[in-house]
C-alpha cells in the first residue's frame, strides 16, 4: 500500500515540489501523504518563483513551500520514492539500502531523468512541468489500485 509517496529531486525547489503538488491533487478523497524532499536542499528556501507560478495557474499554491534535505527516517517512512533523476536514485540507495524495490524514477514507465531547470528560462520550467504530469499520469493506474485496495 502507498500511504507515504516521496517526490525527491536535487534542491528541492522546482521538481519534487512541482510533482509533489500534482500528484497530492489527483486524488480524490483519501489519498497518500505526499511529501518532497532533496538530495541537496537548501533548508528552509522557497520554491522557484516560475515554479509557484506554473503551479498557481493549476490552483496548486505552493506559496508556503520550503525546502528540506531527504533523510534516512524520512525515506524509511515512505512506501514509495519517485526521484527527478536516476542519480537520485542511486544516492537514495545509497543512504537507505533497504528501500531497494520502493525507489523508483519518476519517469520510470518512460526511461527518462527529468531535466533540472534551475536557472533556465521560464520555457524549461514549462517542458519540466509537462513531463512531470505525463509522468505521473504513468504512475497514476499502480497508486490507484495500490490506494483503493487499502482505502475498501
Same mark, same amino acid.
Given at each position: 500500500? &502507498? ?19 500534482? =500528484?497530492?491533487?489527483? &486524488? ?16 528552509? @528556501?522557497? @520554491?522557484?518563483?516560475?515554479?509557484? #507560478?506554473?503551479? !498557481?495557474? %493549476?490552483?496548486?499554491?505552493? $506559496? ?6 531527504? $533523510? ?5 517512512? !515512505?512506501?514509495?520514492? =519517485? ?6 536514485? %542511486?544516492? *537514495? *540507495?545509497?543512504?537507505?539500502? $533497504? =528501500? %531497494? ?23 524549461? &520550467?514549462?517542458?519540466? *512541468?509537462? %513531463?512531470? #504530469? ?10 490507484? !489500485? ?7
Amino acid at each position: 500500500m &502507498f500511504d507515504r509517496v516521496l517526490c525527491v529531486c536535487t534542491g528541492n525547489l522546482c521538481r519534487s515540489p512541482m510533482a509533489q503538488g500534482l =500528484l497530492a491533487a489527483r &486524488f480524490e478523497g483519501p489519498g497518500p501523504i505526499v511529501e518532497s524532499a532533496g538530495t541537496a536542499a537548501p533548508a528552509g @528556501a522557497p @520554491a522557484v518563483a516560475d515554479v509557484i #507560478e506554473l503551479m !498557481s495557474a %493549476r490552483g496548486i499554491d505552493l $506559496t508556503e513551500h520550503r525546502a528540506r534535505a531527504v $533523510t534516512p527516517d524520512l525515506l524509511r517512512g !515512505s512506501d514509495l520514492v =519517485l526521484a527527478a533523476e536516476q542519480a537520485h536514485v %542511486r544516492e *537514495l *540507495l545509497r543512504l537507505a539500502p $533497504t =528501500l %531497494r524495490g520502493r525507489v523508483f524514477r519518476l519517469g520510470h514507465w518512460r526511461d527518462l531523468d527529468i531535466p533540472d531547470p534551475i536557472r533556465g528560462p521560464r520555457e524549461e &520550467f514549462e517542458r519540466c *512541468l509537462a %513531463r512531470i #504530469e505525463a509522468c505521473l499520469g504513468d504512475w497514476m493506474p499502480h497508486l490507484q !489500485s495500490r490506494s483503493a485496495a487499502h482505502h475498501d
